[in-house]
């Protein structure tokens, strides 16, 4: 029985680039189902053709992200993998927090991109060594400042001002929050005034941030 062959859809506006890929990727067995010039092409063909994965370049009409995030939300057995020549860290944290599974870049050795592939849909991250560290730090990063917080949680703040907070963290204002807690909205700036004390940070929304670990 032969193995079915991984179905491909290639969106990038430039014509070459979706021809060179196209190459790659017949050379290395798959199957390029369709191609897409622009984000709204993409996922036009995505929901019409469910491939298994859909190369997608950034910086193309409509916004490769915003489909990113359309596709993966749609058809979440396919793996969304973009394919730029960016390095902005701006740029990745948004392609993964659009659901992509990998982010390649389109100077790679193209003998590595259907490894690639196949090591998403295995359930491996396609990212080029040299953003490895950079979401690494990110990670990092965020999760030493939360764990920090918990760790001071019982001694730093109390639980009213940990309630106050984490309603304006939710973007409700002084008043909603006096409201929801039955409090002044007095009241609400006095743990407002604590908390920024204790943290010793400038204002509110450092404070939010801080407690969000952001």
Avoid at 49 to 63: A, S
Wanted: charged share 30%; hydrophobic share 45%; aromatic share 4%.
């Amino acid at each position: 029985m032969s193995v079915p062959r991984i179905r491909v859809l290639v969106a990038d506006d430039h014509a070459p680039t979706r021809a060179g890929v196209r190459a790659s990727l017949d050379a290395e067995g798959f199957e390029v189902v369709g191609e897409a010039h622009n984000a709204r092409v993409a996922m036009e063909l995505a929901v019409d053709l469910e491939p298994d994965v859909v190369l997608m370049d950034i910086h193309m009409p409509g916004g490769g992200i915003a489909a990113a995030d359309e596709i993966s939300r749609s058809l979440p057995n396919c793996a969304v993998v973009m394919l730029t020549y960016s390095r902005d860290d701006d740029d990745l944290f948004d392609s993964l927090r659009a659901g992509a599974r990998g982010y390649l870049l389109k100077d790679m050795d193209p003998d590595r991109l259907g490894p690639a592939l196949h090591g998403v849909l295995a359930g491996e991250a396609a990212l080029p060594r040299s953003l490895v560290s950079r979401v690494l730090e990110e990670f990092q990063g965020k999760s030493r400042r939360k764990l920090f917080v918990k760790a001071q949680r019982p001694t730093q703040l109390t639980s009213r001002e940990w309630e106050v907070m984490e309603l304006l963290g939710e973007g409700l204002s002084t008043e909603e929050v006096a409201g929801r807690l039955f409090i002044a909205a007095g009241t609400v700036r006095v743990h407002v005034s604590s908390v920024i004390k204790k943290l010793r940070v400038p204002d509110r929304a450092s404070a939010i941030r801080v407690l969000g670990g952001e």
